[in-house]
């Protein structure tokens, strides 16, 4: 079995200032990883995934992740955030059963 | 494509009524997933389809609940009867090559209000 763990129910930064969404996981397998972002009243999209290749990960709208297995982290990062980025996202891990366990999500509120 | 397509988008009924939700993946997408969004439990995994087969319906959560694909390009969620702990957000999925790609195309979801 499989699961994530999103250390922060809630984050709020200023315009242009860094992100940092944390994520844990477990998995019994290799695991592959993702991050998705919810904006309101909109379904999920894909950020970005992690299957097995590098180790820093690369996504949309400027965003990248940082699998670590000894840590067993997968943060999410952006370097300056914008008023767009405010939104909820999920970290996500896909394990052998073939099914996505999805985390709590993390809100993020962008300040101007 | 349009990307994944559901309706209602909003649905508001009376307890014991029957609820009918869509969906219309993406074509050539051959996975289809149906999940429940609630505060209380976050995203739920309720069944999922390969070439309009179920798998895995272990997340329904009772008899009350039943889901069909018919063919590649349309699947039903129907609960009946409804109850006011259905309410929830509803969300259609779909994906070529299967759910450890990671790479699910969302529909935005019907609301379902069970008064």
């Known amino acids: 079995a499989q699961s994530v763990t999103q250390l922060d129910s809630h984050v709020s930064v200023s315009e242009g200032t860094p992100v940092l969404l944390r994520c844990n996981y477990s998995?019994?397998?290799?695991?592959?990883l993702f991050w998705y972002v919810q904006h309101p009243n909109k379904g999920l999209q894909l950020l970005l995934k992690?299957?097995?290749?590098?180790?820093l990960v690369k996504g949309i709208n400027g965003f990248e992740a940082e699998f670590k297995k000894s840590e067993t982290s997968f943060h999410l990062t952006k370097p300056s955030a914008h008023m767009s980025d405010a939104a909820e996202y999920f970290c996500v891990v896909s394990g052998g059963d073939y099914k996505l366990s999805f985390g709590a999500g993390t809100t993020v509120t962008v300040r101007a | 494509d349009a990307g994944v397509i559901q309706s209602p988008r909003h649905e508001v009924t009376e307890m014991g009524q029957e609820v009918t939700l869509r969906c219309k993946p993406i074509?050539?997408?051959?996975?289809l997933f149906w999940y429940r969004q609630t505060m209380m439990r976050g995203l739920e995994l309720l069944i999922y389809f390969n070439n309009n087969v179920p798998i895995d319906d272990s997340g329904m959560p009772e008899d009350r609940f039943s889901a069909k694909m018919p063919n590649a390009s349309f699947s039903t969620l129907k609960i009946q009867p409804s109850e006011p702990r259905d309410s929830a957000v509803y969300f259609c999925?779909?994906?070529?090559?299967?759910?450890?790609?990671?790479?699910?195309?969302f529909g935005e979801g019907s609301r379902l209000t069970v008064l």
């Open positions: 998995s019994s397998y290799s695991p592959s």
């Open positions: 992690y299957t097995s290749a590098a180790t």
């Open positions: 074509s050539g997408h051959d996975y």
């Open positions: 999925a779909s994906s070529f090559g299967g759910p450890n790609t990671g790479e699910l195309f």
